[in-house]
């Protein structure tokens, strides 16, 4: 068993945990408000497993659009995540057989989480980066079916409860400043989402920010960003 692994991934996934138990059950209400029951919200949970593509799934179900549209609209919506990709491909792969769950499982969250972690070379880095994916997948299916129950059977107002993400990707902005000397990637990031943001408006800003700066990112690939040293706790 890798107890200490799971340990190791649990207590780098607390944050996600509280996040996805209030967002999965918003998500999980409405889809309990369309007339579906809690099993629906678990096989959605498990097999679609995206926030905001859940939300929109569950809208255009509700007005019964065509499969081509709610494919055509999924794509566009969970586009950014062939970014996150393609910076985790050879991470990805130390996963072995689990390599395409890893892809599959990759969401903003699980991203920001694993772009903070490092460990020492006693940790098979493979094993954590599956546990810490599996976690998070597992925190978002309890928060989807949790919600779905209590829409069927309680009148429950989840207004406000989508800022949890909010505080969760200001704690993971935080960890992430910490860890690393140069903080060049937050500045272009910062950058290229007000600029796109000012151009392309609230809707439509976040994949022409993320292209560029991917993109800058990439040209800056010939200077590695350095860690901070860390002190030696005597933990991993």
């Not at 209400?29 to 579906?36: C, N």
């Not at 954590?128 to 928060?143: F, R, V």
Request: proline residues 3%; charged residues 10%; glycine residues 6%.
């Amino acid at each position: 068993m890798d107890t200490d692994i799971i340990k190791l991934a649990f207590k780098k996934t607390v944050p996600v945990l509280f996040g996805y138990l209030f967002l999965g059950s918003a998500v999980g209400l409405l889809l309990a408000d369309t007339g579906h029951s809690f099993i629906w919200s678990f096989f959605m949970a498990l097999f679609v497993y995206a926030g905001s593509g859940q939300m929109l799934l569950i809208s255009l179900i509700a007005i019964s659009a065509p499969l081509s549209s709610i494919a055509f609209l999924t794509l566009l919506l969970n586009s950014r995540h062939a970014f996150y990709g393609l910076s985790f491909i050879e991470r990805f792969k130390k996963a072995g057989k689990m390599y395409p769950y890893m892809i599959f499982s990759l969401t903003d969250e699980t991203y920001s989480i694993l772009c903070s972690t490092n460990v020492s070379k006693t940790v098979n880095d493979g094993k954590l980066i599956t546990y810490i994916a599996m976690l998070d997948h597992i925190y978002w299916i309890c928060g989807c079916v949790l919600g779905a129950v209590i829409g069927q059977y309680l009148s429950f107002n989840f207004k406000g409860v989508d800022f949890a993400m909010t505080a969760l990707f200001v704690v993971i902005f935080i960890e992430q400043w910490k860890s690393f000397k140069s903080h060049t990637p937050v500045y272009i990031g910062i950058f290229s989402s007000i600029i796109c943001l000012m151009v392309f408006g609230s809707d439509n800003f976040i994949l022409p920010a993320l292209i560029i700066t991917v993109s800058a990112l990439m040209l800056l690939k010939s200077r590695p960003l350095a860690h901070k040293p860390q002190e030696n706790t005597g933990r991993c």
